[in-house]
């Protein structure tokens, strides 16, 4: 059966939060810019901003308005 490839948003969202879970982005860390992660991924800006927007909403990273998109704090399991 054959399967459609992930969307690229989908892609770059579960990289970001395997970093973050794996601990190699701690709470608090600032995540690379969107031009960043753009250059490193190959991505569009809109695939930079629907990946960190799914990221927000689980709760894995927070954005500061003009400052940039952290790492949040997560409780314990």
Do not use: C, Y
Request: glycine share 10%; proline share 6%; net charge negative.
């Amino acid at each position: 059966m054959w399967m459609p490839a992930k969307a690229k948003w989908v892609l770059l969202a579960d990289h970001i939060r395997a970093r973050i879970e794996s601990g190699e982005w701690a709470p608090g860390e600032k995540l690379p810019s969107t031009a960043e992660l753009r250059q490193e991924h190959g991505v569009s800006q809109t695939v930079v901003r629907q990946a960190i927007l799914v990221l927000q909403t689980q709760g894995f990273v927070e954005g500061v308005h003009g400052v940039g998109v952290f790492v949040a704090e997560r409780p314990d399991p």
